[in-house]
């Protein structure tokens, strides 16, 4: 999705304000473009392409300029669903779609996902590359999103450590006196789990860097129809 590693991403579809507008989305598409996806959204589709991804579509939360789904659609996806809380974010993943000629295969959607689940069907793939990490529910959030995934449900979110905690607490400070609205939240890696691994999936790829982990499930668990969103 791009960004620059420093802090949880603002296209996370919850409380983004206009400091999370144009100008931060043009110099992301801007960085995207130049240098590709920033390490830890490799690592995340490299996790979800894992065992092809050839027909299957996508549902990427939060996905800022669409390095994500982008990925995946040149890698022999069939279609994306694209939600995002940023207007601006929104308007730069277009221009990349039509850039790339995939804009007939992406459907976007503007908003907080938990607002807009009930009207989002079922994709073989889900990813939240940052995006947890600046929610404040996140038990729906991932509770909805993981609800939606037939196949892969694909992470990125704050490792759980004292650290990166006391530091996301001394952001949240500076952003209160900024006076800007997204928060940063450092959830505990076993409460994320707990919410998926009952939906039927396995942990299959794991990476951590500094301050991001990632981490792929894979379902493991027949969808019954009784499973179903």
Same mark, same amino acid.
């Given at each position: 999705?791009? +960004?620059?590693?420093?802090? @949880?991403?603002?296209?996370?579809? @919850?409380? &983004? ?11 992301? $598409? ?21 065992? +092809? ?22 890698? *022999? ?23 790339? *000629? ?11 996902? &938990? ?17 947890? @990490? ?19 449900? +694909? ?10 905690? &006391?530091?996301? *607490? ?6 209160? $006196? ?52």
């Amino acid at each position: 999705m791009g +960004g620059d590693g420093s802090g @949880c991403d603002p296209r996370c579809g @919850c409380r &983004v304000g206009n400091e999370f507008g144009d100008r931060a989305a043009r110099a992301d $598409l801007k960085a995207y473009r130049k240098s590709g996806p920033v390490r830890t959204t490799r690592w995340l589709i490299e996790g979800l392409e894992t065992g +092809g991804v050839a027909g299957m579509t996508v549902l990427d939360i939060g996905a800022g300029v669409g390095a994500v789904h982008q990925q995946l659609l040149a890698d *022999g996806a069939l279609a994306a669903v694209d939600v995002d809380g940023s207007p601006a974010y929104v308007a730069a993943a277009r221009e990349e779609a039509a850039r790339r *000629g995939t804009a007939d295969r992406v459907h976007y959607e503007i908003g907080d996902f &938990v607002e807009l689940a009930p009207a989002i069907g079922e994709n073989d793939i889900v990813a939240l590359d940052r995006v947890i @990490c600046c929610y404040p529910d996140m038990p729906a959030l991932v509770r909805l999103s993981v609800a939606r995934a037939r196949r892969r449900y +694909g992470l990125v979110y704050p490792r759980d450590t004292w650290w990166i905690r &006391v530091g996301a *607490g001394v952001l949240n400070g500076l952003a209160r $006196l900024g006076r800007q609205r997204v928060r940063a939240y450092v959830h505990r890696s076993a409460d994320v789990e707990a919410i998926v691994r009952p939906e039927g999936f396995t942990p299959r790829f794991r990476r951590s860097g500094l301050f991001w982990q990632v981490t792929v499930f894979e379902r493991t668990r027949p969808l019954s129809a009784a499973d179903s969103p």
